[in-house]
């Protein structure tokens, strides 16, 4: 069983920034790649960024030269780094796990609004 765990969301003032984190665990898991996505009321769950296991990633426009991926040596937990938050970021965040095994995982999500 592989658990999926995020964090850090809350409220912020626009310009704002936040950290979420994503914690797998789980036996004997293999790692491909980790996304962070997000869901709008009323819109459909897209990409915000994602990691994969040699350390590419990838962003949506939107979030380009805002927002920052990484991990810790372990590859167990991942970051999203977000800055300059904007109305527009306020979503569901998701942390997606994606194993070599062929299965994904995805968290509870974490709530994040930004708003003044």
């Known amino acids: 069983q592989v658990q999926v765990v995020e964090s850090g969301g809350g409220l912020v003032q626009p310009g704002g920034s936040l950290r979420l984190s994503c914690a797998a665990s789980?036996?004997?898991?293999?790692?491909?790649?980790v996304g962070w996505y997000r869901q709008a009321p009323g819109k459909q769950r897209e990409l915000v960024a994602r990691?994969?296991?040699?350390?590419?990633?990838n962003y949506a426009d939107s979030v380009k030269g805002r927002f920052n991926i990484s991990r810790n040596k372990a590859r167990t937990t991942h970051y999203l780094q977000m800055n300059s938050l904007e109305p527009e970021d306020t979503a569901v965040y998701y942390c997606?796990?994606?194993?070599?095994?062929?299965?994904?995982?995805w968290g509870q999500g974490t709530q994040v609004t930004v708003s003044s």
């Open positions: 997606n796990v994606y194993l070599y095994q062929g299965s994904d995982y």
């Open positions: 990691m994969t296991r040699d350390g590419t990633t």
């Open positions: 789980g036996r004997s898991i293999s790692i491909a790649a």
